[in-house]
C-alpha cells in the first residue's frame, strides 16, 4: 500500500509561519529567511508597490491583506530588513540576488530606489493589551 509520505513532495524552500517581532530580532532566525527568500511574482509586485512610500511625493498608506498562508508575514519580514539593513549587508546581497534570478530589472529597480541610508523600523505587537497609541511608542521605543 502506498504512504501518503510517498504521495506529497514538500518543498522545503517554503518555510513555516513567521512572528514578525520575534524573528525580526532574532538575528539567526532573521538572517537565514533573508538568504532564503526566493519572491514569488505576486510577492515582488506587491513589495515594488510598498517600497512606493519612499518616494519623496507618496503620502499614502499601504494595507497588505491577503488570505490565511499566503505569505504576507513573509513579505513584511522582507520589507523591515530591507529598510533596516544597508544594501551591501550580506543578507541584502542575497535578497537582491534571489530576486535577480526570477527579475533582474526588478531586483536592481528595488535596490537602487533603496539608497543606501537605513530606516527605523519599529514593528507593533498586537495583542499586548494596550491602547494603539501606547503600543506604537512601545515600538518605537525599542526600535
Known amino acids: 500500500m502506498t504512504k501518503i509520505q510517498e504521495l506529497v513532495d514538500i518543498k522545503s524552500g517554503y518555510a513555516r509561519y513567521v512572528n514578525l517581532v520575534q524573528t525580526f530580532n532574532d538575528e539567526t532566525e532573521n538572517r ?8 514569488v511574482t505576486s510577492h515582488r ?3 515594488e508597490r510598498m517600497t512606493r512610500a519612499l ?3 507618496d503620502d499614502r498608506v499601504y494595507l497588505l491583506t491577503g488570505s490565511y498562508g499566503t505569505g504576507k508575514s513573509h513579505l513584511c519580514l522582507m520589507l ?10 550580506p543578507e541584502m546581497v542575497a535578497f537582491f540576488d534571489n530576486w535577480a534570478r526570477r527579475d533582474a530589472a526588478g531586483a536592481e529597480k528595488v535596490r537602487n530606489l533603496r539608497g543606501e541610508g537605513r530606516y527605523l523600523v ?10 494603539f497609541d501606547s503600543m506604537v511608542l512601545r515600538a518605537i521605543g525599542r526600535a
Open 32 to 39: 537565514a529567511r533573508m538568504e532564503q527568500y526566493m519572491p
Open 45 to 47: 509586485l506587491a513589495f
Open 55 to 57: 518616494y519623496p511625493k
Open 80 to 89: 523591515a530588513n530591507y529598510l533596516s539593513l544597508k544594501p551591501d549587508d
Open 122 to 131: 519599529a514593528l507593533c505587537e498586537y495583542g499586548v493589551g494596550d491602547d
